[in-house]
């Protein structure tokens, strides 16, 4: 006997309540889990051609051809809490999911939609709100372009009580929602990312809350109007391709390389410690570029692998992981926190990084029908469609680990000359003043005698254990170092009501 992990039970509604429940806010979706993101382009794409197909089709038919999929809100909040139970090392994604949940419940939610979000927003409500003209056949006459309000009384009303199928999930877990889901689209393709990312794991939770940050969403949305690098199926923000991203750099980080299908869908499965680790790293370093990457510098010129590379020479730069290569051979290995003007770190690189591409020596020439090499300004014509092998430009047009050897390579010179121009200019502070040596403990030690704010003369040693040491003439967030002058012990409270001020 099958054991069955997810009970429904189909009802007839009519297109009116339907375009009521979702106009009302009584269905609402999920989709940062329970849902696949919505297919605008698509619907809209050629005068909203997928859009008016569909309503022609539906309205066109007597009697329900496609269920709608929803749980009431109540179902989907015991499902998580058995998850809960079930799975108690994904505490915080059941406890984010719980406090959604209850959220639209109070704002006046009674079901979630699990499927059909694009037929409502993209096709029915646009209708009904006489944003989509149709072709239909009305009293054997076939009408172009008939909004709603063009419609008889009658018609109308047969529009508002045509029969739909919907199929409400009544018993089940969250996972067997989730298949059904993936199985019901399978005529719309899923990117093997869209399906690894509805998965119930901490990898899902932690890259999609990375990609969900305000200022990264921000950026993101940026990125995708002014530049080329969410361009294509795969990276499609509505294919979650901003996620992909994120997931592609944490495996960078735990390997070394952008990774396949496979070995991503095996990252998404780990839950170790390192990964943990690498995941907030990479959280790190994408709220640090949201906040601090020029705007000046998106435009179409700007690609994926332009911004990839931010990520990866950061990270060699942070020594984020041991999987990340030539590490050791970067000058400075800092921190974050000790790249004092971010946006000028940024824009130093990514300038460096184009002109490493654009130059000349990356490309073949382009010659006459004679083979005679083409001049202008008594400089060879490169050929920019035609990169030369093992050139940057090259390493530039793949994402295979040869590619990420070969722009490390080959830009790692032109790199240290920018983190040393960094240095210089005091763009990066190359020791880390939050750290201390023992030497340079002991020699604030040394040349501490009493704090003349200190009511009663104590000894060295007293006075140290109720004192820190503080940046006394330049704080460190305004690039202090550790040299002996800009050090004194002072008493904690001082220097807490310093850093306070």
Not at 180 to 191: D, F, K, R, S
Not at 309 to 336: C, P, Q, W
Request: hydrophobic residues 35%; proline residues 4%; neutral net charge.
């Amino acid at each position: 006997m099958i054991i069955y992990d997810l009970l429904t039970q189909p009802r007839l509604e009519t297109l009116g309540n339907l375009k009521t429940y979702f106009d009302t806010g009584k269905w609402v979706c999920f989709n940062q889990w329970l849902q696949r993101f919505e297919q605008q382009s698509k619907w809209d794409a050629g005068k909203k051609l997928k859009a008016r197909q569909y309503m022609r089709r539906f309205l066109m038919t007597k009697g329900p051809i496609q269920s709608f999929f929803v749980g009431h809100i109540d179902f989907v909040i015991e499902a998580v809490q058995i998850g809960k139970k079930e799975k108690p090392d994904l505490e915080e994604l059941w406890k984010l999911m719980l406090e959604w949940l209850t959220d639209a419940q109070e704002g006046g939610a009674t079901h979630i939609i699990f499927d059909s979000q694009n037929r409502l927003k993209f096709g029915i409500q646009p209708f009904f709100k006489n944003n989509l003209p149709l072709s239909l056949n009305i009293d054997g006459e076939e009408r172009n372009g008939v909004y709603f309000k063009d419609l008889d009384e009658e018609t109308k009303n047969q529009v508002i009580n045509h029969d739909v199928w919907v199929s409400y999930a009544q018993k089940g877990n969250i996972e067997a929602i989730v298949d059904q889901l993936v199985a019901m689209n399978e005529g719309i393709p899923w990117t093997a990312h869209e399906k690894r990312s509805t998965r119930l794991s901490p990898v899902a939770l932690s890259i999609f809350r990375t990609s969900d940050y305000h200022s990264v969403r921000k950026l993101n949305k940026k990125l995708n109007e002014d530049t080329p690098v969410f361009n294509g199926a795969a990276y499609s923000l509505e294919k979650k391709g901003d996620s992909l991203f994120v997931a592609e750099m944490a495996h960078f980080l735990r390997f070394g390389t952008k990774g396949t299908e496979s070995s991503l869908d095996g990252m998404y499965d780990d839950s170790d410690t390192n990964l943990m680790k690498e995941l907030s790293i990479t959280n790190e370093m994408f709220l640090w570029v949201a906040k601090y990457l020029p705007l000046t510098l998106l435009d179409k010129h700007f690609t994926r692998e332009m911004y990839r590379d931010i990520f990866i020479f950061t990270a060699m730069l942070i020594k984020a992981t041991e999987k990340v290569h030539r590490s050791d051979e970067v000058l400075y290995n800092v921190k974050l926190r000790q790249i004092i003007q971010p946006a000028s770190y940024l824009k130093k690189l990514v300038n460096a990084i184009q002109k490493k591409i654009q130059d000349p020596s990356n490309f073949s020439v382009k010659k006459d029908k004679d083979g005679n090499v083409i001049l202008k300004d008594g400089k060879p014509v490169p050929y920019k469609s035609e990169p030369l092998p093992d050139s940057f430009a090259l390493y530039h047009q793949g994402t295979k680990t040869i590619d990420f050897r070969g722009r490390e390579r080959l830009f790692i010179g032109d790199f240290n000359k920018v983190v040393q121009d960094c240095v210089d200019e005091g763009i990066i502070q190359p020791q880390d003043a939050r750290k201390m040596t023992k030497y340079e403990e002991l020699g604030v030690k040394v040349k501490f005698s009493e704090n003349p704010a200190d009511r009663y003369v104590t000894s060295n040693i007293q006075s140290a254990k109720t004192s820190e040491i503080d940046h006394c003439k330049i704080p460190v967030k305004l690039g202090g170092t550790n040299d002996p002058d800009n050090l004194e012990y002072i008493p904690k409270g001082d220097n807490k009501q310093k850093g306070a001020a």
